[in-house]
């Protein structure tokens, strides 16, 4: 059914600007059913929010990256794109794109998550 996948570079260096765009398949980002999400999981700790953007463009980002974090769409490839400046070691982690399911109100589908590591 809906599929997102995750691409974009494993490793980073610091004051790099990081791309990742995720995929998605079986739906479409401009359905009014669904909101776009970016999660993050560093090593050892729990899953961060950074942000989403919603069927019809207008996005939110997470207080503590919301000046480093921006999310955008491009709908001919059903496509959604996070950017985040100026990555420190500590932004090391999967990062994961999600469906945010509105009718049911709760995530429903994950993609499979990418390691991005941010090292000198």
């Known amino acids: 059914q809906v599929q997102l996948r995750e691409s974009g570079p494993g490793l980073m260096k610091p004051s790099q600007t990081l791309s990742l765009t995720c995929t998605v398949s079986?739906?479409?980002?401009?359905?009014?059913?669904?909101?776009w999400n970016w999660v993050r999981q560093p090593p050892g700790k729990g899953l961060e929010w950074i942000g989403y953007i919603d069927y019809n463009g207008p996005t939110d980002y997470s207080p503590s990256l919301r000046s480093r974090a921006s999310i955008s769409r491009d709908t001919s490839k059903n496509q959604f794109t996070l950017r985040l400046k100026s990555v420190i070691p500590e932004d090391s982690g999967v990062y994961y794109c999600?469906?945010?399911?509105?009718?049911?109100?709760?995530?429903?589908?994950w993609g499979q998550g990418t390691q991005v590591t941010v090292s000198s």
């Open positions: 079986g739906a479409s980002i401009t359905a009014g059913d669904g909101a």
């Open positions: 999600v469906r945010f399911h509105k009718a049911g109100w709760f995530y429903d589908y």
